[in-house]
Nanobody, 126 residues
Protein backbone atom coordinates (compact mmCIF):
# COMPACT_ATOMS: atom_id res chain seq x y z
CA UNK A 1 0.00 0.00 0.00
CA UNK A 2 1.31 3.40 -0.95
CA UNK A 3 -0.42 6.67 -0.15
CA UNK A 4 1.02 10.04 -1.12
CA UNK A 5 -0.66 13.18 0.18
CA UNK A 6 -0.34 16.66 -1.22
CA UNK A 7 -2.08 20.01 -1.05
CA UNK A 8 -1.34 21.19 2.45
CA UNK A 9 -0.12 24.68 3.21
CA UNK A 10 -0.69 27.94 5.03
CA UNK A 11 -4.05 29.68 4.63
CA UNK A 12 -5.92 32.45 6.42
CA UNK A 13 -9.03 31.70 8.40
CA UNK A 14 -12.02 31.46 6.10
CA UNK A 15 -9.90 30.19 3.23
CA UNK A 16 -9.91 26.87 1.42
CA UNK A 17 -7.51 24.06 0.62
CA UNK A 18 -7.88 20.79 -1.24
CA UNK A 19 -5.86 17.83 -0.09
CA UNK A 20 -5.13 14.95 -2.46
CA UNK A 21 -4.02 11.41 -1.74
CA UNK A 22 -2.81 9.23 -4.59
CA UNK A 23 -3.13 5.54 -3.73
CA UNK A 24 -1.64 2.37 -5.14
CA UNK A 25 -0.95 -1.23 -4.22
CA UNK A 26 -4.39 -2.45 -3.16
CA UNK A 27 -7.79 -3.32 -4.69
CA UNK A 28 -9.25 0.15 -4.63
CA UNK A 29 -12.95 -0.67 -4.74
CA UNK A 30 -12.86 -3.00 -1.72
CA UNK A 31 -11.36 -0.42 0.56
CA UNK A 32 -12.28 2.55 2.67
CA UNK A 33 -10.27 5.73 2.63
CA UNK A 34 -10.01 8.23 5.39
CA UNK A 35 -8.56 11.56 6.30
CA UNK A 36 -7.27 11.95 9.83
CA UNK A 37 -5.52 14.78 11.59
CA UNK A 38 -3.05 15.17 14.40
CA UNK A 39 -3.14 18.54 16.09
CA UNK A 40 0.06 20.31 17.22
CA UNK A 41 1.50 18.83 20.40
CA UNK A 42 -0.75 15.79 20.28
CA UNK A 43 0.53 12.24 20.23
CA UNK A 44 -0.15 9.80 17.39
CA UNK A 45 -2.69 7.97 19.55
CA UNK A 46 -4.69 11.21 19.66
CA UNK A 47 -5.03 11.32 15.91
CA UNK A 48 -8.69 11.91 15.03
CA UNK A 49 -10.90 10.98 12.12
CA UNK A 50 -11.96 13.87 9.91
CA UNK A 51 -13.80 12.05 7.16
CA UNK A 52 -13.97 8.56 5.73
CA UNK A 53 -15.52 7.09 2.61
CA UNK A 54 -16.31 3.66 1.28
CA UNK A 55 -15.06 3.48 -2.29
CA UNK A 56 -17.70 0.87 -3.18
CA UNK A 57 -20.74 2.72 -1.84
CA UNK A 58 -19.38 6.29 -1.95
CA UNK A 59 -21.00 6.82 1.42
CA UNK A 60 -19.02 9.26 3.53
CA UNK A 61 -18.97 10.20 7.18
CA UNK A 62 -17.64 13.35 8.79
CA UNK A 63 -16.54 14.51 12.20
CA UNK A 64 -19.04 16.94 13.69
CA UNK A 65 -16.40 19.66 13.74
CA UNK A 66 -16.06 19.66 9.94
CA UNK A 67 -19.58 18.89 8.76
CA UNK A 68 -20.74 21.42 6.22
CA UNK A 69 -17.20 22.68 5.62
CA UNK A 70 -15.23 19.66 4.39
CA UNK A 71 -16.08 17.27 1.57
CA UNK A 72 -14.41 13.95 0.84
CA UNK A 73 -14.50 12.51 -2.66
CA UNK A 74 -12.78 9.94 -4.83
CA UNK A 75 -11.65 9.78 -8.42
CA UNK A 76 -11.75 6.08 -9.11
CA UNK A 77 -10.02 6.44 -12.46
CA UNK A 78 -7.04 8.01 -10.73
CA UNK A 79 -7.19 6.03 -7.47
CA UNK A 80 -7.15 9.33 -5.65
CA UNK A 81 -9.09 10.62 -2.68
CA UNK A 82 -9.59 14.31 -2.03
CA UNK A 83 -10.54 16.42 0.95
CA UNK A 84 -11.97 19.80 0.02
CA UNK A 85 -11.71 22.06 3.06
CA UNK A 86 -13.66 25.32 3.07
CA UNK A 87 -14.14 28.00 5.71
CA UNK A 88 -11.00 26.86 7.47
CA UNK A 89 -10.53 27.76 11.12
CA UNK A 90 -7.38 28.02 13.22
CA UNK A 91 -8.48 24.90 15.09
CA UNK A 92 -8.20 22.96 11.83
CA UNK A 93 -4.42 23.38 12.02
CA UNK A 94 -2.88 19.91 12.05
CA UNK A 95 -0.95 17.35 10.09
CA UNK A 96 -3.48 15.62 7.86
CA UNK A 97 -3.01 11.96 7.04
CA UNK A 98 -4.61 9.80 4.40
CA UNK A 99 -5.26 6.19 5.38
CA UNK A 100 -6.79 3.08 3.93
CA UNK A 101 -7.86 -0.43 4.79
CA UNK A 102 -10.47 -2.98 3.86
CA UNK A 103 -13.84 -1.46 4.56
CA UNK A 104 -15.27 -2.63 7.88
CA UNK A 105 -17.43 0.17 9.28
CA UNK A 106 -18.31 3.84 9.01
CA UNK A 107 -16.84 4.73 12.40
CA UNK A 108 -13.76 6.39 10.88
CA UNK A 109 -11.44 5.29 13.66
CA UNK A 110 -7.65 5.37 13.23
CA UNK A 111 -7.40 1.88 14.71
CA UNK A 112 -9.38 0.50 11.76
CA UNK A 113 -6.78 1.68 9.23
CA UNK A 114 -3.39 0.07 8.66
CA UNK A 115 -2.08 1.87 5.59
CA UNK A 116 -0.99 5.45 6.16
CA UNK A 117 0.54 8.26 4.16
CA UNK A 118 3.32 10.50 5.36
CA UNK A 119 1.04 13.42 6.21
CA UNK A 120 0.71 16.96 4.98
CA UNK A 121 0.75 20.07 7.14
CA UNK A 122 -2.24 22.40 7.16
CA UNK A 123 -1.82 25.68 9.02
CA UNK A 124 -4.68 28.14 9.38
CA UNK A 125 -3.80 31.61 10.60
CA UNK A 126 -6.27 33.85 12.39
Amino acid sequence: VQLVESGGGLVQAGGSLRLSCAASGFPWTDYALGWFRQAPGKAEKERKGVSCISVFSSRAVYADSVKGRFTISTDNAKNTVYLQMNDLKPEDTAVYYCATDLFTSYQCLPADFSGWGQGTQVTVSS
